[in-house]
């Protein structure tokens, strides 16, 4: 199965900060990769897909790019809103998995 | 709107079946190309338990594969989950989502997640 490893695992900021999430591949999927918001009890939100195909309603200061291996979601002028658990998941190859997460905290 | 709810047992014995089902409302479900299910043991990360296609086809994660069963009742608008000979491994909350239209496997709708603890 592809291993998808997330870094960093947590990380903290501030309102109106731009961060990086990544998200590496165990092997090439070219650009089959999604990315999710997950906030506590909840289902996760699909907002990418393709590597950077912005879902419906996502605003685009949310972005992502990456292709091969390498990918990053991007997120700028954080709002509370994007306080949450962040996931990545690659489609290529069956069995689908995802990342471990990133949580994304306030300073 | 899509909206995708699970229901089922919230604990289940040791050697028991899981059985979950999602109803789903807003659409057709002969509509999507494919359903699934998803669980996130507790303070873990996603797994990726099967899918269900609109041919009926179904593919399952090699490491369920032995004691899992996807299927569709069109007539309720519903599909369901069944795992078999659970232990405590398989706590987890429980995700039912949905595929988008052009087929491609990532997960576009989800239900909000149902809590099963397996606990004698």
């Known amino acids: 199965a592809i291993q998808l490893t997330q870094s960093p695992s947590s990380l903290s900021a501030s309102v109106g900060d731009r961060v990086t999430i990544a998200c590496r591949a165990s092997?090439?999927?070219?650009?089959?990769l999604a990315w999710y918001q997950q906030k506590s009890g909840k289902g996760p939100k699909l907002l990418i897909s393709?590597?950077?195909t912005l879902e419906a309603g996502v605003p685009p200061r949310i972005s992502g790019s990456g292709s091969g291996t390498d990918f990053t979601l991007t997120i700028s002028d954080l709002q509370p809103d994007d306080f949450a658990t962040y996931f990545c998941?690659?489609?290529?190859?069956?069995?689908?998995?995802f990342g471990g997460g990133t949580r994304l905290e306030i300073k | 709107q899509v909206q995708l709810q699970e229901s089922g047992p919230g604990l289940v014995r040791p050697s028991g079946t899981l059985s979950l089902t999602c109803a789903v409302s807003?659409?057709?479900?002969?509509?999507?190309?494919?359903w699934g299910w998803v669980r996130q043991p507790p303070g873990k990360g996603l797994e990726s338990i099967g899918q269900?296609?609109?041919?009926?086809?179904?593919n399952y994660n090699p490491s369920l594969e032995s004691r899992v069963s996807i299927s569709v009742d069109k007539s309720k608008n519903e599909f369901s989950l069944q795992l078999n000979s659970v232990t405590a491994a398989d706590t987890a909350v429980y995700y039912c989502?949905?595929?988008?239209?052009?087929?491609?496997?990532?997960?576009?709708?989800w239900g909000q997640g149902t809590l099963v603890t397996v606990s004698s």
């Open positions: 989502a949905k595929g988008p239209y052009g087929g491609d496997e990532f997960f576009q709708h």
């Open positions: 092997q090439g999927i070219s650009r089959t």
């Open positions: 807003g659409v057709s479900i002969s509509s999507s190309n494919w």
């Open positions: 269900i296609w609109h041919s009926g086809t179904t």
């Open positions: 393709d590597a950077s």
């Open positions: 998941q690659q489609y290529s190859t069956f069995p689908l998995t």
